[in-house]
T-cell receptor, first 112, second 112 residues
Framework: DAGVTQSPTHLIKTRGQQVTLRCSPK?????VSWYQQALGQGPQFIFQ???????QRGNFPDRFSGHQFPNYSSELNVNALLLGDSALYLC???????????FGSGTRLTVV | QKEVEQNSGPLSVPEGAIASLNCTYS??????FFWYRQYSGKSPELIMF????GDKEDGRFTAQLNKASQYVSLLIRDSQPSDSATYLC????????????FGSGTRLSIRP
């Protein structure tokens, strides 16, 4: 039973560029949430997708956008990258948030 | 701003002793609470969840919830060096359970 898979593992981008991160949820899960985790901090909620729609959004600018596909996989897009966007981006899937999320291994994004 | 607060540590505990980790939350509507373990450079791993007042035990781990005091704790008995990690406390945002908010984590170090 595959868990949550994320790609790529690591990424280096230049300021101003755009990036797309990908996530496949755990089998049986239909909800995908994205988090940003800066070094030494807890994960910060970016947004959540359910039934191919953004259900909730955290305090992140519109440069952060996403998508969920019919097979429940999801993408996170970040435009006009800033140095401050450097972080570990975590995808988490769930069937119901009551029982918690299962996290992928994350994508380490470095903006130079 | 709904928050989950933790002491950042580090908390140093001798091997074999009980480690006690604490967390408070601001949203009285939160229904479910979680403890995640995160090793350095890795993604968070769910170790316990609790939604009823009182204690919940799973092996060497006991989660405690006091909704009146908005307080959650995690006890780790017979601490092992492999328990050295950052422990993240998390709570659902109100009754929707669709969004989980994380604290900044407590770094636990088990000394031999």
């Amino acid at each position: 039973d595959a868990g949550v898979t994320q790609s790529p593992t690591h990424l280096i981008k230049t300021r101003g560029q755009q990036v797309t991160l990908r996530c496949s949820p755990k089998s049986g899960h239909d909800t995908v949430s994205w988090y940003q985790q800066a070094l030494g901090q807890g994960p910060q909620f970016i947004f959540q997708y359910y039934e191919e729609e953004e259900r909730q959004r955290g305090n992140f600018p519109d440069r952060f956008s996403g998508h969920q596909f019919p097979n429940y996989s999801s993408e996170l897009n970040v435009n006009a990258l800033l140095l401050g966007d450097s972080a570990l981006y975590l995808c988490a899937s769930s069937f119901s948030g009551v029982y918690g999320y299962t996290f992928g291994s994350g994508t380490r994004l470095t903006v130079v | 701003q709904k928050e989950v607060e933790q002491n950042s540590g580090p908390l140093s505990v001798p091997e074999g002793a009980i480690a006690s980790l604490n967390c408070t939350y601001s949203d009285r509507g939160s229904q479910s609470f979680f403890w995640y373990r995160q090793y350095s450079g890795k993604s968070p791993e769910l170790i316990m969840f609790i939604y009823s007042n009182g204690d919940k035990e799973d092996g060497r781990f006991t989660a405690q919830l006091n909704k009146a005091s908005q307080y959650v704790s995690l006890l780790i008995r017979d601490s092992q060096p492999s328990d050295s990690a950052t422990y993240l406390c998390a709570a659902t945002e109100d009754s929707s359970a669709s969004k989980i908010i994380f604290g900044s984590g407590t770094r636990l170090s088990i000394r031999p």
